[in-house]
């Protein structure tokens, strides 16, 4: 029941399989936009859930702000931009009227407004009246909204021209305490991608010519896709005083000067759902790690004859109570029994193809012998997919059995991880060659083009040479060596270490 | 420290003097549209929590739809409609360039998209792609978004150009099992409204002019304001097939024939908030139910002087972790020591406008008698406002404490609900009298115009004299006394009650 295309084939189409045979999401009908199906979106609810109860958790509050921008905010910021031109969708009428049977805009706007691709400066205008004194500091806020980017090439998770994210915003008396947030929120990340989403990351900053403008540092983390190309999983922004100023927010000091405060922001965006896809789907479809799966356990009936039915659905609806009243990652498990007029196998296949951890088939059979056939996703075309255990026995393990997925799920991404970063190449012409490579699948026999680390000498020329590599510097991670090597675009004498990949 | 305005005194204002002193929205400078502070913003979160869970346990799953909608879509439904005018806005170009150092909107679209207004016709172009056969039916779907109707008088909470929703859309085999889920939807939203905002509702459906265009019942439940005008809070759309069959919804049934599905949508928008606030806040402030307060209990240390900073300091933190423990409403109290840089009359006030239920002040002094003062929201103005209980009788008690507060607010809003309900009004002529009357707080000794319960002939010429009157019918309820009577706009004979009001 392989997808059409396998990874190995042609991994960008096999993407595009595994989205449709999991019904996660879609193409729509608006140009450039997506529908998140529900169990693309239920992922995205669970991802939610965990992220926002940390954002809480380290002090922050939600809030919401306008979707609309007017177009001045934009013109304070183009000022400063040679060249300025972004690609963003504006509302210039606000109103359609019938003109000789057609409809038509009408009522043009005085001041055209922009559908938000980012909300700093619209949020800074509010914390210039919010912040008078030092007693109003900090003030950390975060909100859950959709936002516009007016992307060309639009895929599904990856890049539509409408994506689902968070966006905190936060202001602060001290350079200090603002860094130092900047910097928590990026553990926040890491340690959400990590122990949610199973999904091993780099934590380091951006290279100077690749920060968000206006920034003092861009941290953020990159995972590894099965295709070797990094993917930017999460951004935090620690912006210094450069965005208070142009938004005047000040605020009285304890010592009665009036000073600019310091701000951050940070963002994760719903195309970790197709990190998620990337980093843990198979050739059979998607992978949903438990933590995040809207069903955690799916019970499908086996109905051989009508005379049956009834013992079947009780004990299947038995099993499924049991398991409801046991508890995951602090929270009941998510089981349910799949009753729908369909053939028992149909189902089994929709739930592996959709990634749910574990499928349950209970049928006559297992009554007499109180037991329950279990696959288990991950295990599929092992001799393991399929085991019969002991109902109690089941029942009584299923969160560590649902823990034993979890970490598997992120063992095989983190092996991915450590076993495709090269650290060996030493010169220019190495790399070169290395890029030069075509690749497809990290894991399969083809292609092995993944990371390198090696070192960069900050020269701006470089920038140029990556792009004609298609690489790019993904980030300058935490852990440094700081040993001297050369420079692996230019074999000058360097220090810093950097992940040098192809990237989404 | 009673509000600038009071209810009595200037109704409209002291709306608006609520939500600045509570800090829960504002003004923005995005025309029309408004900022959702925390603690208004937190007051949704709850409300959402609430209600999802109960959608979810209904069988829906959450979807999400693009903000886009082209205009196209909205030309097959003007064709129906005369002099179709929406007021919506309108997005026609998609990049912002640079011309003369100014920016200008460039790449003019083929098409103008709208921003919804609502997703119905979005959201049935998916339905004909996913239902195919009888089999694929019921789809039961929500999704939580952002919506925009270009409103010309905004006003916070009520009506602002965008605010937030959710909407339900579901389709059917049959039409009982369509109209049941409408009706299912309308409890649902009732149950949330009377149960956890504490805000009692009339449920029924609205008479023929005021039907959801298309829809075949618009069922919609009504709560009574303090200035006795009524507030649509939620609403429940039975579609028949009239929607399925402008999007060509279609399945093959069991016996194999092609049929059109029957279709519903419901939702409820952040106007609720402003429905709290007129449902419950008084002339200090705000008053929040527990079961959505975004902090149930907020400890406020007094600290007379340094010496005995850390042992107030430890009291307050114990208090807090001791409450922490308990449950309200299936969840852990969601509680607070307020330890800002700022006087501790100030919090006190500051908590009490914002309706914090209970704020708890904790000195020196009640550390020794190991007692808390306890300051209950809802009543203040009387003598019970403070009060001084034991520690551990105060930790024990928490929970009923909650529920006795969640209980007397709904108590006093059924209580005005039942009260100015006026079923004694039998002619046109009173009624036209009753309505001339000026209005401002009907719990006041000024005015008490509110609901009349009465006859209605349904003749379609009484639509003009309720305009003149400045009233609408709100819902013609579930409980009908199927007596015959005069229509109290034409004196007709009639058997129809109707709840007559002004609105919001």
Redo the contacts between chains.
Sequence with gaps: MTLQNTREKNYPEWYQNVISAADMG?V????G??????WG??I??RIQRALDNKIKETGH???????????SY??KE?NHVE????????????????KDG??V???KLEE????RPTSET?IA??FS?WIKSY?DLPVM?NQW??V?R?EMRPRLFLRT??F?WQEGHTAHATFEEAEKEAKTMLGVYASVAQNVLAMPVIKGKKPEYDKFPGAVDTYCIEAMMQDGRSLQAGTSHFLGQNFAKSANIRFQSKEGTQEYAYTTSWGVTSRLIGSLIMTHADDEGMVVPPKIA?QQVVIVPIIKDKSTQNEVMLYATKLCSALSEKFYDGEKIRVKVDT???SSVDKMWEWTRKGAPIVCEVGSRDIENEVVMVRTRTKINTSEWKQIIPLNEFINLISSRLEDLQNSLFNVAKKRLLDNQRTDIKTAEEMKDYFSQQNSWVDGAKGKVAFVRGKWCEDPATVEKMKEMKISIRCIPEDQTKKEGNCLLTNKKAVLDVIYARSY
């Design positions: 879609e729509s009908s608006s140009p936009c997506m529908v998140f199906r529900p979106y239920g995205w609810e509050e939600n809030c919401y702000f306008p979707i609309f921008i007017p177009l934009f013109q183009a060249g300025f031109a972004k690609e963003m969708a504006i509302v210039t009428h606000s109103r359609l009227t019938m057609k409809l805009p009408d009522g055209p407004l922009i559908v619209i205008d509010s009246k007693r806020i909204a959709n516009v007016w021209r409408e689902l809207p729908r007029d369909k």
